[in-house]
Each structure stands twice: as C-alpha cells, then as structure tokens.
C-alpha cells in the first residue's frame, strides 16, 4: 500500500520560515519525480515546485521563487520543501505528490499517488 505522510506544517509569522517532509513507504520512489501542490480555501489545488528523480531538475511556481526550495534525499524515500519568506499568500494546505515518470510535471494530472496534507498557517 502505497503512502505519503507529510509533516512539519504549522503556524508562522510573516517572514519566517518553514520546512515540509513527505515520507513515502509502501513503493520506492526514486526513480519517479516528487512534488509539492498547494490549495487555499476556495481556490484550486496549485503547483508549488516539483523536482525529477534525479534531483537535478526543478521547476517552482512564479509565486514561490527564490523563497522555497525543493529537494529529496532518495536513500530516505523523501521530498523536503524549505519555506522561507513566508507571507499571508502561502497560507493553504500543502500535498506531496508523486508523480508518474522519472522527469519532472507540471500537469496535476501526471502525480499518481498523493498525501493527505498539512496545514500552513502564516499570520501577520
């Protein structure tokens, strides 16, 4: 049974920090590209940055460059999303996502399995 557990959401000030994991068992996913999706109240589920298997490749949503950071160790089975310069915007449920080839997506529709989501609450 495949599973994605993430962890490390909460409640932050503007301007502070916060660092996601998604831990994956059930499968190994090293060979399959991971990202981080993200939905607000009343708006659709977004991209925030997804990264290929390797972990040479990256892509991140306008909104959120040059503030989070992916990565993944493969060893551990799991995607990290650092969060830095947090504002009122970021605010949402965040989901990892696994997706359905090695390269990375930007396409919802290409991340097979999913996780059940943690809440990312920034506050002025």
């Known amino acids: 049974q495949v599973r994605l557990v993430e962890s490390g959401g909460g409640l932050v000030q503007t301007g502070g920090s916060l660092r996601l994991s998604c831990a994956a068992s059930?499968?190994?996913?090293?060979?399959?590209?991971m990202g981080w999706f993200r939905q607000a109240p009343g708006k659709e589920r977004e991209l925030v940055a997804t990264?290929?298997?390797?972990?040479?490749?990256?892509y991140y949503a306008d909104s959120v460059k040059g503030r989070f950071t992916i990565s993944r160790d493969n060893a551990k089975n799991t995607v990290y999303l650092q969060m830095n310069s947090l504002n009122l915007e970021d605010t949402a449920v965040y989901y990892c996502?696994?997706?359905?080839?090695?390269?990375?997506?930007?396409?919802?529709?290409?991340?097979?399995?999913w996780g059940q989501g943690t809440q990312v609450t920034v506050s002025s």
């Open positions: 059930g499968r190994t996913f090293s060979s399959y590209a």
């Open positions: 996502a696994v997706g359905s080839s090695s390269s990375y997506s930007t396409t919802i529709a290409e991340y097979d399995y």
């Open positions: 990264i290929s298997w390797s972990g040479y490749m990256r």
